[in-house]
């Protein structure tokens, strides 16, 4: 991102950003709730579009690109969505097979060996023939994991990868997240609340707070930052630069009441 501005109607959400995502690492994005973690995966996909300065993935800006040449980028990216996102009426190996079909040229016999690899990689190629309905919370995400690499991407972008799952669910989950980045030749970039796991299994973490990059940095250098809204939210404070209240009017306003002293 180069100078990078983004807000929803008067709201600014990210304000004059700049940051590199390292080729063949894990960068997690961080940050307290409406922070903008998910709006960096949707305008680095084309889903939103920058207002102001350059999204850059490859050295091209995604931001002026037309549909043609945004799906050319896409084919090169793999998106793992917060709950899954599974295709209710398709059982599992269509769901992993969905873009290959839509995507490329292959024989059904390649198609089916490469989806039966994927499922194998993320520990699910004995579930093909079952439905969404029938995996648990950590399954349908394992899936949509299979399903996010299925066309080889280089880069994968995961939405709060952990949310919702079991102790045993959630170290999987992380553990798949290194293994296959560091045995696919991978850039991964997933958003997460989850400290320890995060700082498990990332080379970069970035917290994102007030429209800004509060810090970035290794996990050690983030874990010790002294700076204060990293530290509240490093130590998981209720008091501090991060308020609980979204900025509005006074409550004196709102109520026309003057609050006891």
């Known amino acids: 991102m180069r100078h990078l501005s983004f807000g929803y109607g008067e709201r600014l959400i990210l304000d004059d950003i700049s940051l590199d995502i390292p080729r063949g690492k894990v960068t997690a994005l961080m940050g307290a709730s409406g922070g903008g973690k998910t709006t960096v995966l949707r305008l680095i996909g084309g889903q939103i579009k920058a207002q102001k300065g350059q999204m850059l993935f490859d050295g091209q800006d995604i931001t002026p690109m037309n549909q043609a040449d945004l799906y050319t980028a896409r084919r090169r990216m793999g998106m793992l969505f917060q709950f899954g996102a599974l295709f209710a009426d398709l059982d599992v190996f269509e769901n992993v097979a969905f873009p290959l079909r839509e995507h490329s040229d292959l024989p059904e016999a390649l198609i089916r060996d490469v989806v039966l690899m994927k499922l194998n990689a993320v520990g699910l190629r004995g579930a093909r023939g079952l439905k969404p ?73 970035i917290i994102l707070a007030n429209g800004q990059i509060a810090t970035q940095g290794t996990p050690a250098e983030v874990r010790h930052s002294t700076d204060p809204l990293v530290y509240q939210y490093v130590n998981a404070l209720p008091d501090g630069p991060v308020h609980f209240h979204y900025p509005g009017p006074t409550v004196e306003q709102d109520f026309g009441v003057e609050l006891a002293s």
């Open 133 to 205: 309905s029938d995996l648990s919370g950590g399954m349908a995400r394992r899936v949509a994991l299979a399903r996010a690499i299925a066309l080889d991407p280089e880069l994968v972008m995961y939405d709060e990868p952990f949310a919702g799952l079991d102790p045993i669910s959630l170290g999987t989950a992380a553990r798949l997240i290194r293994e296959l980045n560091d045995a696919m030749g991978l850039t991964s970039i997933f958003v997460s609340h989850d400290l320890d796991q995060t700082f498990a299994i990332a080379d970069q973490v």
